[in-house]
């Protein structure tokens, strides 16, 4: 019996460019959160406001929105969120620590308005919340001194 191939960073370089790319438009077409993942690092070829206004355009669209999440959708919504984090987190917080924690405080700041309009029973939403402010004081922590006058003291 043939072992199953390990996915490893040399073993999908083996693919080729063409091949992965491929691979990634498919899934990307398939899982929105996921392509929200890739549109996000494409956008940190731009640098941080790049990214950083992607971030912004979902914060305010979370902001605004008055619609309830209704059960069947909350998984997607959840990953959705978690999308959203590890964007800020995977993303923009190498580009920039301060923009990122500007973000992840804003994202956690409109936490009440997001369980105004779900039931999380199951904890999915709660736990990328937990998530969001855990990734809080790593980030603060790759912050110059000098430059932590710029995040917001709540």
């Known amino acids: 019996m043939a072992r199953k191939p390990q996915l490893t960073p040399d073993t999908l370089a083996a693919l080729g460019v063409q091949r992965l790319a491929r691979i990634v438009l498919d899934e990307a077409e398939r899982v929105p959160a996921f392509r929200k993942r890739v549109v996000a690092a494409l956008a940190s070829t731009a640098g941080p406001d790049a990214v950083a206004k992607l971030i912004d355009r979902r914060l305010l669209a979370l902001e605004r929105a008055r619609a309830m999440v209704g059960w069947e959708k909350e998984r997607a919504f959840a990953e959705d969120l978690d999308a959203t984090v590890r964007v800020i987190t995977q993303e923009l917080a190498p580009l920039s620590p301060i923009h990122a924690v500007q973000r992840l405080l804003r994202f956690v700041g409109g936490h009440d308005r997001v369980f105004e309009r ?21 980030i603060i922590a790759k ?12």
């Not at 912050?143 to 709540?154: G, V, Y």
């Open 118 to 138: 779900i039931d999380d029973s199951s904890g999915r939403i709660q736990d990328v919340y937990w998530r969001a402010a855990g990734a809080v004081p790593e």
């Open 143 to 154: 912050i110059l001194p000098r430059d932590l006058a710029q995040i917001p003291i709540c």
